[in-house]
């Protein structure tokens, strides 16, 4: 099926209705404390469910009449067919004529035989994988999984970069209070030696498996790494007096404590990993959007199989109200389209995302892959220049560090920074200070920001509090400053995997107003094409150091200098 041609969102009267409605607004004066007060049911008109999730959207730069218009470009841009042609395995992502299938990922087993996608059985083939997973899962869980000297396996480390590393670091993260089977993991990603010595610090080599994660086995970084891994495994022990050194010894020790996410199973093989304990996934996963793939095995592992099919139905909660929403009640869309309204109207450059939540706190790293190497583009996704601004820089850390640090900026600078609050009723770890409760006064700071940031502090409330003249300027808040609070019961596995596919699905509705292909990534290959052909020229070769340019050559000639 070919791929229509993206509509220009900038050239249909929806846009323009949209335009029309933003000077409106601003002619009037955007002023959310007047607003608030004209509109005594603008919280319903603006709160929407999903899941086990609730979104407060009223503290936007919107009207509730906003949302129609929102819905009105949407289906101007054809979002819903884009959306259908997704869910259904129509190669997409045209520039490397793949399927964008992550929703197939979480689909539940009675799906299969419903969707068939080049020839396979997508569920089928997921399923597949997963209930080899979770078999090895509960082997290392239960301990009938050992080492090389018959102990039980005590940490799992992640070898994978970009897609591999963010999500199941974020993850782990976030479910630690789930760990339930005395295993921990961690998370190798750069090819900076200093990080696989960190993470292997420590380190009882007769208790540690590693997870090499690359799809085609040949990722520099991951390889790399995966090479010092081994080496530090096999030194170790044989230092230890764990093992003689022999080849054959060798041999086991890497099969008992090295396991591979990966299709290339002659790469695997030639490394030491029993092609058994390989786990596959396919070219219609995209790194970014694989943690709930063979990807996340190490979650597996550490939280077990019940918690993961948890992790998994919380996607699947999100896929279907995306999916059967009608747009002006879909709050996916809706938050999409809302993104688009900041970008390219109120020309917003950038986009916190601030959770209150100790154990997100690798949420904002996640999501800023997610959503610039999904959107960072300036071609539409039929080779043509993009014809209005795209992406936003995400970025972010948890409450209340960031209030300490940055809020500054998003209080009284001179940008408009949008920002989402996300937030959980219950935490797992109750704590009371002097009889207060503890999660409440961190929930209090969480309900004071977006007050403060939507309503501010007028001149005359400051000059009421006593402030001298001459300091109140500084202490003027102009509020309408905009946020969408994100509010659950608890931070779960399943709610975690709602919170991907919400940011998942939003970068979708905002790539598919812009006209983009949200799922390649070739921006990030020409700095590795480049590092290949520069590498040889920092240390011996001068004829290659000859060929590069001026600035290169003077930094190259820097570090020969100083390499000690």
């Known amino acids: 099926m070919a791929i229509n041609p993206p509509v220009d969102a900038t050239k249909t009267p929806e846009w323009a209705a949209l335009q029309q409605h933003f000077d409106q607004l601003n002619n009037e004066g955007i002023d959310l404390k007047k607003w608030f007060a004209e509109e005594p049911d603008r919280v319903e008109k603006l709160s929407f469910d999903a899941g086990d999730l609730h979104f407060d959207l009223s503290k936007n730069l919107i009207k509730p009449e906003t949302l129609k218009l929102f819905a009105d470009l949407a289906k101007a841009v054809n979002l819903e067919d884009r959306r259908k042609a997704m869910y259904e395995g129509v190669h997409i992502n045209n520039t490397e004529d793949r399927a964008v299938l992550h929703t197939a990922l979480r689909r539940p087993a009675s799906d299969e035989g419903k969707y068939i996608v080049d020839g396979q059985d997508v569920v089928k083939d997921v399923r597949d994988i997963l209930d080899k997973i979770y078999a090895f899962a509960d082997k290392v869980r239960s301990g009938e999984w050992r080492g090389v000297t018959g102990k039980k396996i005590e940490t799992v480390v992640n070898i994978g970069i970009g897609g591999s590393d963010l999500g199941p670091v974020m993850v782990y993260e976030a479910l630690k209070p789930y760990a339930d089977a005395g295993i921990s993991a961690r998370y190798v990603s750069n090819i900076d030696p200093n990080d696989i010595a960190e993470k292997t610090k420590g380190l009882d080599p007769e208790t540690t498996m590693f997870i090499v994660v690359s799809k085609t086995f040949t990722t520099l970084e991951t390889l790399t790494n995966a090479r010092e891994a081994r080496t530090w495994l096999l030194d170790t022990l044989k230092a230890n007096g764990a093992i003689d050194g022999s080849d054959e010894n060798n041999a086991d020790a ?3 404590h090295f396991i591979a996410v990966s299709t290339n199973l002659e790469a695997v093989a030639e490394f030491g990993i029993d092609p058994e304990n390989a786990f596959g ?15 996340g095995t190490s979650l597996a592992i550490v939280f077990g199989p019940k918690r993961f099919e948890e992790f998994l139905g919380g996607f699947h909660e999100i896929d279907e109200c995306f ?5 002006e009640e879909n709050v996916v869309v809706l938050l999409g389209m809302l993104n688009v309204w900041y970008r390219n109207f109120f020309k917003s450059a950038t986009h916190a995302v601030l959770p209150y939540d100790q154990y997100l706190h690798r949420f904002p790293a996640y999501l800023q892959q997610l959503t610039m190497e999904s959107n960072g ?3 539409r996704w039929d080779g043509t220049p993009v014809t209005s601004d795209t992406g936003e820089v995400f970025w972010g850390e948890p409450g209340t560090n960031g209030q300490h640090a940055f809020y500054q900026l998003i209080h009284q600078g001179t940008q408009l920074i949008p920002a989402d609050f996300i937030a959980f ?6 704590a009371k200070d002097s009889g207060q409760d503890v999660h409440e006064l961190f929930l209090g700071n969480y309900f004071a920001q977006t007050k403060a940031l939507a309503f501010g502090k007028t001149a005359d409330e400051v000059r009421a509090e006593g402030t001298p003249e001459a300091i109140v300027p500084a202490r003027v808040f102009t509020g309408n400053r905009p946020t969408t609070s994100i509010f659950g019961d608890s931070l779960t596995p ?3 995997g709602e919170l991907i596919a919400l940011y998942e699905h939003i970068t979708f509705v905002q790539g598919t107003v812009w006209g983009i292909d949200s799922f390649d990534q070739w921006g990030v290959e020409l700095g590795k094409q480049l590092a290949r052909q520069i590498t040889p020229a ?3 070769d001068d004829e290659a150091l000859a060929q590069q340019d001026a600035s290169t050559q003077s930094l190259i000639r820097f570090y020969r200098e100083h390499r000690k």
């Open 538 to 540: 920092i240390s011996q």
């Open 254 to 256: 890497i099969r008992k």
């Open 494 to 496: 399943f709610s975690v």
């Open 377 to 379: 583009k300036s071609v």
């Open 323 to 327: 999916a059967n929403t009608p747009l």
């Open 425 to 430: 009723a219950n935490t797992p770890n109750p």
């Open 281 to 295: 996934f396919w070219n219609w996963v995209g790194g970014r959007y694989s943690v709930d793939s063979a990807v």
